[in-house]
């Protein structure tokens, strides 16, 4: 059929029409097929709160350029936040006192009730979600009440957490949180916290919930800016095994049935897999969270000039949106939202 002008017994080594370079070849081809792109208004960014001097701010010497701040610092990172459009902030709470049953976490006086009193008054246009644990406010660091059960075990026992993380979400609630978040991995505490935000008013306040939490070494630094690292122990007996899959989607399904409205997976990178299979399966707002490890793990090879800090930090966030996250929570929020701006 065709006509060579050479050894017509010669097969080509590649086909010479289903080449998929040819897309790739100029940027202009490359941004015709791209099929992800992030977003600012799909990212969020964590903040720590530290209660007491509106002034304070301590650098968290494992997360380069994340500090805990006081008062006047939350706010100026509220506002780069809104000037940057991004989706809305997360708040964590460092408390001046802690005791046993976390019992800042619940006070209306709180540093997170404060906290976002002072945002919402400011900034009524930026979404400020709030993380529902007890781990930042107990003095064992645990992220619920441990007790010595019948069976002669040390146990983080889980009704009694669950009643007080309900005292607490309606608390962040009444001070006007945007996105309630509970991060403590006890049974029952979506249903819980859905039911009494209902009758307390808040139907139409919306619940993220951290469902499939791994428990995982890329926590750490979070625990270094928090001061929240337990005094014994682990959090094993509550967050997920790292081997299970199968669990994860029951997990997600039985917190959409107590009525979760978004989802979350953590942490981000090692997950993919369950970020994908979460989107599909339930069709929901799906959020990633990119924890403090993997900022950690970015920042220290960025330092060491064997990555560019850049390059990673878009591939990453974009992977993670291919994934399937419609939602991600990272600390480089600012910095993504800043080179998609120049972009
Ligand atoms: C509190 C909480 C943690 C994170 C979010 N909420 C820490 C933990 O479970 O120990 C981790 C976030 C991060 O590492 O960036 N339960
Ligand atoms: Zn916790």
Redesign the pocket.
């Known amino acids: 059929m065709h006509t060579h002008d050479h050894d017509e017994l010669e097969e080509p080594l590649v086909p010479a029409r289903a080449r998929t370079r040819r897309t790739r070849m100029t940027e202009m081809h490359r941004r015709l097929v791209r099929e992800t792109s992030l977003d600012a208004s799909n990212v969020i960014l ?1 903040l720590f709160a530290a209660e007491g001097d509106p002034k304070f701010r301590k650098p968290i010497a494992s997360m380069p350029g994340v500090e805990q701040l006081g008062l006047i610092g939350i706010l100026k990172q509220c506002e780069a936040a809104l000037e940057a459009r991004l989706g809305g902030v997360i708040l ?1 709470g460092i408390p001046e006192h802690k005791d046993e049953v976390g019992s800042e976490a619940y006070n209306d006086e709180g540093i997170i009730q404060t906290s976002v009193r002072e945002i919402k008054k400011r900034f009524p246009e930026l979404l400020v979600a709030t ?1 529902v ?1 007890l ?2 406010y107990t003095d064992h660091g645990h ?1 619920g009440v441990v007790e010595r059960t019948a069976n002669g075990r040390i146990e983080i026992v889980n009704d009694k957490t669950v009643e007080l993380l309900v005292r607490e979400a309606v608390s962040h609630a009444e001070a006007g949180s945007d996105l309630i978040a509970p ?2 991995m006890m049974d029952g505490r979506i249903g819980a916290i859905r039911e009494v935000l209902d009758v307390s008013g808040f139907t139409s306040l919306p619940i993220m919930s ?1 469902s499939a ?1 791994y428990a995982s070494g ?2 750490g ?3 270094d800016a ?1 001061g ?1 690292t337990p005094t014994f122990g682990d ?1 094993r007996s509550h ?1 997920m095994d790292v081997a299970n899959a199968e669990e994860a989607m029951r997990v997600v399904q039985r917190d959409i049935e107590e009525g979760a409205d978004i989802v979350m997976v ?1 942490p981000a990178i090692s997950s993919l897999d369950i970020i994908r299979r979460i989107r599909e399966q339930f069709t929901m707002p799906t959020a990633a ?1 990119q ?3 993997e ?1 950690s793990m970015i920042m220290a090879a960025g330092a060491n000039g064997w990555i560019d800090e850049d390059r990673v930090i878009m591939e990453c966030l974009t992977s993670i949106k291919r994934a399937g996250a419609s939602i991600i929570l990272t ?1 480089f929020a600012l910095r993504a939202a800043e080179l998609l701006a120049k972009r």
Request: proline content about 7%; some cysteine.
């Open positions: 964590p964590f993380d644990c781990c930042e992220c991060s403590d951290y939490k890329l926590y630094p979070f625990r928090a929240s959090r967050q953590k969270y924890v403090s490890g900022y600390y």
